[in-house]
């Protein structure tokens, strides 16, 4: 073969180019190479005159490396691992006078070290994260290279590791607005990433429910009602709050996404909450009428008729307090003034 062959041309038995492979996980060509440089972490063979090329089990070493690294493992300790678990072989990188003593971090790479000072940057997924928890760093990697594997095991463990309240305000939620930030601004690009990452957080939360599913039982008090305005399809935040209630053994009922207003007035009638938290993503879909209407309808028996609690969340209603109405910061302040009713 003509090694000025295209790189397109050639049989797939050659392998993967360093560009696709880069694509497919998620991060940029200029890591693969730093990795290959520090750590041996390269195509086991090499063609002369022609472009890297990546077979199966080359492929499967950086997967691994990917994987090991978004969980938090250093990266010189997750390249020796990937090798091994892989069975790679490759012989040691040799150190260039050329490259720089430290090289640019251009991709993935491992989370911050917790005893350095963090940094704000995209952190190699191509998302603008800032300044955020080293977890959250690793699940937008995974997400971003599509690996569902790797995201349900750090959203399993990180709830394990920090609870459901830290996880969601500090891991979650930043990485969620930086995906919806980059869809934004990078048209239907990043919507797989956005849905794949979205899928796996509502199965993980719905999960805690699950497991405090055996104590509604014993709940004696009127229940929490969670619902979102009409027309408003984000209910991620809420279901995080539904299963933190739960977990502290408060009784909700969860009405979920674009709840109409007829249907709203009915079920506060009919099951008379101790309060209606009303999620609004933003502000066009937020409704001051509805919530006063709300806060106004009465439930009970004749003479002994109440009302319910109000909560408006979500910044689609914006900064400021409403008079009657309560406004919790975030979903620990929502919790708060929940318990404490």
Known sequence: MDVSEPEADQPPSTGVSTGSLARRLGVSPTTLRSWDRRYGLGPA????GRHRRWTPED???VVEMCRLT????PPGEAARAAKAQTGGHHPQP???????SR?????????ADPSQPVHASRSGSGLPLGNVRHECKGLARAAVRLDAVAVQEQLTAVIRAHGLVVTWEEILSPA???VGRKWESAGERYVEVEHLLSWHISATIRHVCVAAAPAQREWKSAPVILACLPGEQHTLPLEALNAALAERGVATLMLGS?????ALTAAVQRVGPSAVVLWSQSGSTASLPLAHHVASTRWGIRGARTQSHVLL???GWGRGQRAGLLRPRGLRDALVMLEGL
Not at 70 to 73: F, K, L, Q, T, Y
Not at 94 to 100: D, G, K, M, Q
């Open 94 to 100: 040799v150190a260039l006078s050329v490259a720089p």
């Open 59 to 61: 492929v499967a070493m």
């Open 176 to 178: 969620l607005q930086a």
């Open 103 to 111: 090289p640019p971090n251009h991709g993935v790479a491992a989370p």
């Open 258 to 262: 674009a709840v109409p207003a007829e």
């Open 70 to 73: 978004a969980a938090g493992i």
């Open 45 to 48: 063979t090499r063609a002369q």
């Open 313 to 315: 969340a979500g910044p």
